[in-house]
């Protein structure tokens, strides 16, 4: 076998394979429509009534009978707007007072002039709610 026989029956085999893989492509196929009219099959995950009886039980608990829901966040107004203290100085909402410092001084080091009244309101909001 020479070479030129070997290009021609390579030629012919790969013609062969994109013959075949043309053919059983199928041709061109409609893309699938969703049809949003339809009614929805599943199940809601949540029914009106199931909230109230999942609490049912911590209403009945001893210990919880008397919880009272604390507020971790310290909101100011600072030039008509609400803030809330801990998110200014980047830190998480009930944070301790060693911790809140830290960002404060480290906030007072990285800002400008401008924002420093701002940072210094925050930080205030924060001691005057521990106190």
């Known amino acids: 076998m020479n070479s030129q026989d070997f290009l021609t029956l390579n030629l012919v085999g790969a013609g062969a394979f994109i013959f075949w893989y043309l053919l059983s492509r199928g041709g061109s196929r409609r893309p699938t429509q969703l049809n949003m009219g339809a009614k929805d099959s599943a199940p809601p995950l949540i029914t009106a009534e199931e909230p109230s009886q999942a609490l049912e039980p ?74």
């Open 58 to 131: 911590l209403r009945r608990h001893p210990d919880l009978t008397q919880a009272q829901v604390k507020s971790l966040n310290v909101m100011f107004n600072y030039n008509g707007h609400t803030w809330d203290a801990y998110e200014v100085l980047g830190v998480p909402a009930g944070a301790s007072i060693k911790l809140v410092t830290e960002a404060y001084q480290v906030a007072l080091r990285r800002c400008d002039k401008e924002s420093m009244e701002f940072i210094e309101t925050a930080y205030r909001a924060i001691l005057n709610k521990g106190a």
